[in-house]
């Protein structure tokens, strides 16, 4: 349970607004814990004046191990997520299953799930209100279906990146720049991945607009590209390969953080060794100490260098080394060696999350650990778990929005168009690939260029990324939100034009 010390205590009510369970409480500016406390230490992470300690265990309370956060549950409370209550010593979920009622298939749905024909190669109709270049009408599973298409020029353009990586490519929020102008940034990293934006209005816009648009171009149809992220790393992107930082191409991706790791491997490792820590660059794991590798293995004694987050995860610093992180000497993982639980001869293994650095240490008579080889069977066990790893790959997501130019060309009535696309009326494709469409106002979407037509886009001097739109619909619906139904000719006219080739979706 958690303790506070009244002298030390300043009552700046930093654990009392984090507490996710409201069990402490400031009065007098003084901390006080009520009995709902379920010892998730996250008062202890905010406590500067290290007025909050761990006292003993309540004997009634029930230690949750569905995470590594291990709350201490008292008697018909539950733990800070909320999932779970201690019902006479045992730990029941506090919610039922929830699962989806049957629904028949919609034939509609799978009728428009595709678009007659995509608007690559189909050209713009400008001004805004006339027809697009084709709205074409072919009968599909007993529907007449309508495509609208047209090549849009977006100003509202962005391209999601995501780069396969444990390398540190930058710090969130740097400037990502090509040529030495500033064409996005880089934003929140993703498991085993970072994620950087490429464009959007204002950088379009700008200045460097020209830049911003071709680099988006260039991306979208799986052309190589070079940038460089400020205080980071050059990285050389194309879509659907390795990516290549500072120059070397990085072709695994790891097969889950430190804490993961630890998690997968813990009966195999607990064969081969007495302690593992296994570098990441945003969870470390220390396997002994970890709730799997605590079922196989007593704790080592080792304590590795990162900041502790819960039980066997640690945080550490983001760098250039092993794992992302700041270690480029594995020796320097290990902070200390506890000898009143560790011994002599005791085996540590030091290794990567992508299983690519890998090294073993044997603890001398004086606490320090040694380099020792590789067993062969470590070596085996190496192999298997690097086999687990993915290919790293660089994907990207065009993320735009489309407004009045792009969906005056398919109705009247704009805002038809926009409550049959959120509906589920209209369904919205670029260059073939279905799109995301996001909740709210307007159409906002997302859509993989890898399951886009080739080369898809192209960009204009105003500046804008030409995108390929396409909007499929019934007929009878398309009438109903005011679509340009004069302009409707059979895909069979369209065709008989000869100016077409056909081409496979990667869906």
Partial sequence: MIVVEQEKCTGCRQCEKICPLGAITVVERKAGVSANCATCRA???????????????DQNAVVCTKCGVRCEIPPGLTGACKRFTNENGELVRNRPLHIPEGAPVDKEKIAISRPLIT??????????????????????????????????????????????????????????KRDGKAVGMVT?????????????VNRVKGPDGLTVVKTMVELGNRQPVRLKIENGCTLDLQVGRHPIIDGKEDGKMRVGCGGACCGLFAEQLAKLVDEAIIIDHHVTGLLSEHPAGAEQLPYSGIKPVGRFATPGRYFFEHGSGWGGTAITNPRDAIKSVD???????????????????????????????????????????????????????????????????????????????????????????????????????????????????????????????????????????????????????????????GRFVWCKLNR
């Fill in 188 to 200: 929140t990293e993703q498991y085993g991945s970072h994620i950087i934006i490429l464009g959007g």
């Fill in 43 to 57: 008062c202890l992470t905010v406590c500067k004046a290290g007025a909050i300690s761990l006292g003993a265990k």
């Fill in 339 to 497: 000898m009143s639980r560790a011994h002599p001869g005791m085996r540590v293994l030091v290794a990567e999350t992508t299983w690519r650095n890998v090294a073993l240490f044997e603890i001398d008579s004086n606490g320090e650990p040694v380099e020792i080889p590789l067993t062969p069977e470590l070596e085996d066990f190496r192999s298997m778990a690097a086999a687990n790893c993915e290919d790293s790959r660089v994907s990207a997501m065009y993320y735009a929005g489309v407004g009045g130019s792009a969906r005056a060309g398919v109705t009247v009535n704009p805002i038809m168009l926009t409550k049959a696309v959120h509906r589920g009326d209209a369904v919205l494709s670029i260059g073939g690939a279905p799109a995301y469409v996001l909740p709210g106002g307007g159409i906002t979407f997302l859509a993989d260029v890898e399951q886009m037509v080739p080369a898809p886009f192209t960009y204009t001097t105003s500046p804008a990324v030409v995108a390929p739109i396409e909007y499929t619909i019934i007929r009878s619906k398309y009438a109903e939100i005011g679509g340009h139904i004069k302009a409707i000719r059979p895909l069979a006219e369209v065709l008989a034009e």
């Fill in 119 to 176: 608007a690559v190669g189909a050209g713009a109709a400008y001004p805004d209100y006339h027809p697009a270049p084709y709205i074409v009408q072919e009968k599909v599973e007993d529907y007449d279906v309508v495509t609208a298409v047209t090549e849009a020029p977006i100003s509202y353009s962005s391209m999601m990146v995501k780069i396969d990586t444990n390398i540190h490519i930058g710090d969130e929020g740097a400037l990502v």
